[in-house]
């Protein structure tokens, strides 16, 4: 019982960070019909932006997370205006290469500049103790990541839900050429997707750094792992995408614990399969995606 | 003539427009027309006439059908719409209420109602205007907080005319307001533009395939075919006139409901493609 519990906290705080690369896919998906596949390399650029501000320059964890963000923001942004809009209306497999590429340089960035060596975990950033909960031990990291991730996903939600360019965001999602019609413009809420979407991989690039094994140039495979996520919960649902995240970080631990680590991934892509054979959308989406 | 045709000048006047699509596909072939201030004025035209690229062409929504302007000018009160984004164009006052609804339909119908509020900042006069619209469609007032895909067709339509109007526009461009309707509502529904157009002044251009109600409420109408405009006078003229009463009266009830039946197809066509 103890050994579920442990592995169900675990589940739930990887997982969290699950959901919310998933919801950046899906909600720069669902607004601009492109799927990002640089999504996880913004993640491993937050991670390793975490190293240069937290361990070289040895800089508060909370204000190196707003820095960060912000950066990783202005590429998302800059991407939307500099490759993406001049693309709009070529055909997804073209855009999609796109992504691929942006993918590819950042990596070759990263490696660049910091070599091909992996880092540890950055472990002087937060307490590295724990407490207890009903006799089972939670380290602060995981509490700490679990609930900044949670905080953010809410954020968003509220954003999301009562603001007006969340609004626009949701009637663009669903009809771009009546928003346009009705005088919004498809750009800014495009160029604002891309820049939420960055944000949710940066934080959550920033929080894996002091949570992950190592740091190096697979960790962009989060990105991967956000896809069953966003695939399960249907691609075009923002909360599908947040309750796959979770659903796959927990079976995912489960799986390593009870059957063995190497089933981790087998388990999370296996599960999508299913999930698309017997519902294509997903448990979430809507029919229309089948556009794609 | 009867009815005096132009009241005042001109709100929006379309010089020998011609639209392209794709580069390839020409949808108008130099159309002409004015609606003045305070008019209504109908566009009559069978399938493919090229009436619901007129409105894209007057909306800025060209764009998204990789559609272009490529002569003529469309001129509201003088200035050229034809260079403007879909914003400026709405915030000049002018906005339309499409063909097919194109509502949002997982956002509420005041969500929906709202975004026809969305080139406008004076949130006190966007509450108003939303009370406002529950007054003119009490029903719309009962639901909501509904997700409009759940209203029927007739209740869709109210959402898509309120949500037109929450730009308050001074001109208003119906797109096939009365297609897929019961009679009764798309009587309502003319009615109240009658009404808004008496009280407050709104300019309507109605683009329609029924015919017999579009010359009812409107004082001009012009009859497109093919992208040109091949017939146009006052109202009460082009009902009178043989050729209309044979393609666009003669069969009544009948060629509106054969004509719509039609349509439903071609959709579900372009939908399967
Ligand atoms: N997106 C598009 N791409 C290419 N051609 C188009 C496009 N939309 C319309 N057309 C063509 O332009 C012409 C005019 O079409 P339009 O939709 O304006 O007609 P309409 O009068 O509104 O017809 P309907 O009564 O069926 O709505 C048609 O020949 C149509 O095939
Ligand atoms: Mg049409």
Redesign the pocket.
Known sequence: MDKFLILLLTGLTVGSIYSMVALGFVLVFKSTDVLNFAHGEFLMLGSYLALTFLVSWDLNIWISILIIAALICALGVGIHFGIMRPLIGQPLFSVVLVTIGIAIIIRAGLLIIYGPLERGRITQALPQSGFDVAGVPVPWVNMIMFVVAALSVLVFLLFFKMTRIGLQMRAVAENLEAAAAMGVSPNSVFATSWGIGAVMAAVAGVLYANYAPVIDLNLSAIGLRAFPAAMIGGLDSVGGAILGGLIVGVLEQLAAGYIGAEYRDVVAFGLMFVVLMVRPFGFFGKEDVIRV | MAVPVLKSAPVLEVANLEVV??NA?I?LRGVSLTVAEGQVVAVL??????????V?AITGLLFV???AIRDGAILLRGEDLGRMSCAQIVSRGVCQVP?GRMLFPSLTVEENLKMGSMTRRDRAGISQDLERIYELFPILGDRRRQEARWLSGGEQQMVAVGRALMARPRLLIC??LSLGLAPQIVETLFEMLARLNREDGLSVLL?E?NARMALEYAAYGYI?ET?RVVLDGPAPQLRDNEDVQEFYLGGGEHVSISYSAI?HY?RRKRWLS
């Open positions: 699509y794709k596909v949808a035209g069978a399938n493919g006439a090229g009436k619901t690229t007129l894209r059908h990789d559609g063909e797109d096939e683009i395939q497109l992208g349509k071609k």
